[in-house]
Structure formats: structure tokens, C-alpha cells
């Protein structure tokens, strides 16, 4: 049974949050989309807030907390720079949600309790130039070398690959075996061979840093292989499960900054001589998008109270992932519609919506994608 309501601590943190966001992110929107500037300094009040590790135990550096609470923080986050809810999703949900789920208690502790206390940012390397959707065709090797792997090939459109402390990072350990032949390695910053290359220049999330990795016979011990060889791809699906919830609340996020935005703006634009949220073509455009995101906002608490009970949530993250990131996108055109020829000038904060929304369709799994995984398990029950 789901309860449709956040309980009093949800609410505060949802409070927390969200006053941090509009007094400490807010302000400087703009500046850091145009300049591309990862607001690092704010990395200890990260920290701080316990946003660098909300789903990790205590033990471990962690707040301890659930998907309903992990969710609220990247919505709230999300409402106000969705860059910055992006970068703290990849580190969350993927660099360290990977040694969490798949790392030793040596891994853990040496490197979650790190990532969870927010010291540093993490990474996380599956795409490739040639393989994104398709991992089975990663090109990144790992070749087995005394005591360990050495690695060579590329990752590119990897979510704070010029900060992190911390990368996993995928490669073919074993070329006839598939996707049954990939696996995860921690890399640690400064590691021989392992260096950061191209920083994209993108349409959109341009406060979040995206680069590419380098590895040039990249030595990795075999203390940093996560698991055993060949679990790489088995453990990036469990995590991409989670963070395709992550994933979704940015996109409910950034529906509800564009929605908000929209309604502002039609109460305050006047046209033949009353605001034009009295006109009809408004309402309706400001209806349909209240109505999306609650669906889209109850899709994601759907598919967060399943993985809080341990429950496979495949089909409802996807589902999720897919009807939200659709949804922002939506939104955010209809709110630079709503704001006419003002949505399309950076005065206003129609089109950054817009630009960031379109990269929720696209990471962590393109729509199409979800609608792959999603068939396939309603054609298994």
C-alpha cells in the first residue's frame, strides 16, 4: 500500500532542501549554465545537508535514508538547477551506489565512506563513443596483468569526470563472454594512466560536468576489481535500476521549475487588458501540466516505495524514467509557449528548462530504451 503524502521528516527535508536551493543555487542559475561552472565550493554544504550519501548507511558516511527522501532531494534540487541535481544523482545513484551494491567491505570502506561523506565527487564510466545503449559492443578492455588488470580504451559523456575522486568504470575483461564479460573497476584520481580528457560543450545541464576518460595500460589492482570478473554488467543493471528513480525525480523537478515558472509568468504578462492565466488556451496548457507531473511525481513514488521494500523495480523505474523525462519535456515547451517571445531569451528561466529537459530522455537510457526493458518484463508475466 503507498501513502500518498511525505511524512513530517520527508517534509522537512523537503523544507531543508528547498530553502537551500532558492538561497544558495538560485542566484547564480544563469552565471554557472553560461560560464559551465560545477559549483564545487559547495561541495561541503553538500556535505553538510548529508546529500552526498542520502541512501547509504550510517556505517558507511551515510544519511541512512530511503528512495522517498533520495527522490524529494533531487526533485527539490532539480526544481532550481536540474545541472545540479544531475551531477548529485550520478554521484549518488551510480559511482558510489556501485560499491554499494556490488563492492567488498574493504571497498566500502576505503572508498563509500569517502563518496558518502561528500570529501569528493564520483564517476561513473559505461558510455563509449561506440557503445551506449548497446554495452555488449564496449571497446574499453581489461587485460589480466600479476596482481591486477591493466586497462586501456575510452569513456566519454561521463557526469563529473573533471572532479571526481572516484571513478568506476567498466571494461571487457573476457571478449567471447558478452555482457557476461564486463567488469566494474574502482580508479582512484591520479592514477597512472588514467587521465580526463574532451569536456563537452553541450545544448543543455551545462553547470554539470560531462568529459570523456582516457586509459593508456591503466594498471588497476585486483583489489579494485568490484565483485568478481565478469559481474560488471549483472551489477550495472541493479544500479541503473536505482537510478533511473534518480533520474525521473530530476525530471519531475524540472517539470515542476518550468510549471512554476509558467504560472508566474501568465499571472504577470497582460494581454488585452487582463493577465493571461484568464485565457482559456492558458488554463488548459497550466492544466495538462499540473496533471502530468502528479502523475509523473506518483509514477516515481511508486517505483521508490518498491526498491525501499527490496522489491524488483525494473518495470516501475523505467516506467518512471520514461513518463517523467516525456513529461519535462513537455512542460518546459509549453512553459516557453506560455512565455512567448520572452521563453526564448535567457531573462527568463523558460529556455534553460527547456535545454535541460532534454537530456532526460536521453541518460541513464534513451525513452526508447525503457520502452525495450519495459516490454520485455510485462511480456515475462
Known sequence: MMDFELNEDQQQIKR????????????????????????IELLPQFAELGIMGVLFPEQYGGAGLGYIEYSTIIEELARVDPSVALSIAAHNSLCAGHIFVGGSEEQKQKYLVPLARGEHLGAWGLTEPSSGSDASSMRTTGARSDGGWVINGSKNFITNASFAGTTVS??????TAGTHGISAFIIERGTKGFSISKKENKLGMRASDTASLSFDDCFISDANLIGEAGQGFIQAMKVLDGGRISIAALAVGTAQGAYEAAI?????RHQFGRPIAEFQAIQFKLADMATQIDAARLLTLRAATLKNQGKNTTRESSMAKLYASEVAVRAAEECVQIHGGYGYIKDYPAEKFWRDSKLCTIGEGTSEVQRVVIARQILRS
Open 16 to 39: 531543508t532542501i528547498r530553502e537551500f536551493a532558492e538561497a544558495e543555487i538560485k542566484p547564480h542559475v544563469t552565471e554557472w549554465d553560461e560560464s559551465q561552472h560545477f559549483p
Open 170 to 175: 567498466l571494461a571487457i575483461t573476457d571478449r
Open 264 to 268: 508566474k509568468y501568465a499571472k504577470e
